[in-house]
């Protein structure tokens, strides 16, 4: 099954406004990664968060990692329209003995100007 | 633009076909991963090539096989296709084997089974 669980599934909200997803997992990780796909495109590396990190930062990104309840969040502050995305977090570990990276299901953000 | 670059951009063809996607990495780019793309299933990790040689499987089915070649581009290969092969299909690169650093992924290919 898949190592990341995203909430919500889908998200909308105005202009302006910040933005929160939450991404759950199961496993011990080597990192935790935020990809952005637009609709139908290839995926955008976001942000890389190491495991023994707890904040990360990236303009109007936040990456938040709780290693012991398994959790990551990405805040979007200020968003914009152009912020219209799908975005999907990805787990780095070792999983049946390879090193390799799992992605979640998404969440769909909206942004409404 | 990512700099991996795949082809075709979409693809149509019948089932019980087959099909080969190619994708070429980043200039640099040692590492090929192959994801599929469905509505149902999600991201799936298919494949990963490292220089060569096969480095890791995911949920790759036997219908499916890929390789990379000496200058590093990759195909893979969809035989016997079903209905439910089609998808959107990723490749992506990297400079390094292992998951400690970012992905870069291509276009992808949308395949379609009629």
């Known amino acids: 099954s898949q190592q990341g669980e995203e909430d919500p599934q889908a998200l909308s909200i105005q202009e302006g406004e910040n933005a929160t997803m939450n991404c759950s997992y199961k496993?011990?990780?080597?990192?935790l990664q935020w990809y952005r796909q637009n609709s139908g495109r290839g995926l955008v590396h976001l942000i890389l968060i190491r495991s023994n990190e707890r904040e990360k930062h990236s303009g109007r990104l936040r990456v938040t990692l709780d290693t012991s309840k398994k959790s990551s969040s990405l805040l979007i502050t200020a968003s914009r329209a152009a912020d219209t995305a799908s975005y999907f977090c990805?787990?780095?570990?070792?999983?049946?003995?390879?090193?390799?990276?799992?992605f979640g299901q998404g969440t769909r953000l909206t942004i409404n100007p | 633009d990512s700099g991996v670059t795949q082809t075709p951009k979409h693809l149509i063809t019948a089932t019980g076909q087959r099909v080969t996607l190619r994708c070429s990495p980043r200039s640099g780019d040692l590492s090929v991963y192959w994801y599929q793309q469905s509505l149902d299933q999600g991201l799936q990790f298919l494949i990963q090539?490292?220089?060569?040689?096969?480095?890791a499987k995911g949920n790759i089915l036997e219908r499916f096989s890929a390789q990379q070649f000496p200058d590093l581009h990759s195909e893979l290969n969809l035989s016997s296709l079903e209905l439910g092969d089609s998808a959107l299909y990723f490749c992506?690169?990297?400079?390094?084997?292992?998951?400690?650093?970012?992905?870069?992924f291509g276009p992808g290919t949308r395949l379609t089974v009629l």
């Open positions: 090539y490292y220089n060569g040689e096969e480095r």
């Open positions: 992506a690169s990297s400079v390094v084997s292992g998951v400690s650093n970012e992905q870069f």
């Open positions: 496993t011990s990780i080597n990192n």
């Open positions: 990805a787990t780095a570990g070792i999983i049946q003995g390879a090193q390799k990276l799992v």
